[in-house]
């Protein structure tokens, strides 16, 4: 029996790529986890997969940047399981490759609105539902860009360090409620969402070949690799472990 048998768990973004890998594996180790996403229809087939196999899930359409729609989720994983015990962080979006002074605010401010205030809007409903329980553990899903620079990727880079922060900060103010809070730093991951970035790369650039000759391990990484590492956090096998952001990112970078 894993250690997560009888935990509650919220997945955000679980409609695809690494959150639906992370919902399925959280409820293949036994927990029941509530599948939200901003795309219903995506939601709704992580949900029937889970069920599926067995496992015990329920789906909420969530936009993390909405701070209502983010409460009504928490409340709902509440009100049907009888508490939250973990949760994982990880909806988020892509921005167009260019540089600052090429970006205009209202760009800059879309990205950081729903990486990092959305984020922030998680966390801030969940952490109250964790803390009447007696504890819990919220893992948060910024990016290899949360450590270090991306050319040309300015509001998801500066986002994604205020996720690693958020973390850190979280981590230090909720060890007295029992809370762990980590982060986990993807390299470029093969997901629906990195194909689509992919497709969009300016003609002549493959950029899947470009992030495999720029990683030691020389290949992408797959949704369930990062995954796992989400689902160790989450469980009580990480039980003297917060603050920390893990990368999962196939060695980092080449010089
Ligand atoms: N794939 C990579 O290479 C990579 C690398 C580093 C970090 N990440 C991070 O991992 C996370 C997941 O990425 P992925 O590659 O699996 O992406 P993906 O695009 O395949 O999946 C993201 C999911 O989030 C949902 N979503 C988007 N905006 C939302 C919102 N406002 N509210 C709720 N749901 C929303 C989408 O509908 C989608 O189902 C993101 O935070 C991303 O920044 C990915």
Same mark, same amino acid.
């Given at each position: 029996?894993?250690? %997560?048998?009888? $935990?509650?768990? #919220? ?5 695809? /790529?690494? !959150?639906?890998?992370?919902? @399925?594996?959280? +409820? ?92 922030? %809007?998680?966390? $801030?409903?969940? #952490? ?5 329980? /007696?504890? !819990?553990?919220?893992?948060? @899903?910024?990016? +290899? ?105 196939? /060695?980092?970078?080449?010089?």
């Amino acid at each position: 029996m894993s250690n %997560l048998t009888g $935990k509650i768990g #919220l997945v955000t973004g679980a409609g695809s /790529g690494i !959150g639906r890998a992370t919902a @399925i594996e959280l +409820a293949r180790q036994g927990a029941t986890v509530t599948v939200t996403d901003i795309d219903e229809r995506t939601a709704i087939e992580t949900t029937e997969m889970i069920r599926t196999e067995g496992g015990e899930a329920l789906t909420a359409t969530v936009d993390i940047a909405d701070e209502h729609s983010v409460r009504t989720a928490v409340e709902r994983t509440v009100e049907t399981y009888g508490g939250l015990d973990f949760a994982v962080n990880n909806a988020g979006m892509a921005s167009h490759h260019r540089q600052l002074d090429r970006m205009t605010l209202d760009e800059f401010e879309r990205v950081v609105q729903v990486n990092l205030s959305g984020t922030f %809007l998680c966390m $801030k409903h969940e #952490l109250p539902a964790m803390r009447s329980r /007696g504890g !819990g553990a919220i893992v948060n @899903i910024a990016s +290899a860009g949360g450590l270090c620079a991306i050319p040309t990727a300015p509001a998801y880079v500066a986002a994604k360090h205020g996720v690693v922060g958020l973390t850190k900060v979280a981590a230090v103010d909720y060890a007295p409620a029992g809370i762990r809070v980590n982060a986990v730093c993807p390299g470029p991951t093969r997901t629906p969402g990195f194909e689509a970035v992919a497709a969009t790369a300016s003609t002549g650039t493959d950029l899947t070949a470009m992030q495999e000759a720029a990683t030691p391990l020389g290949r992408l990484a797959t949704p369930e690799e990062a995954a796992a590492a989400a689902v160790w956090l989450c469980s009580d096998a990480a039980s003297y472990v917060t603050g920390i952001a893990m990368s999962v990112d196939g /060695g980092g970078r080449r010089a």
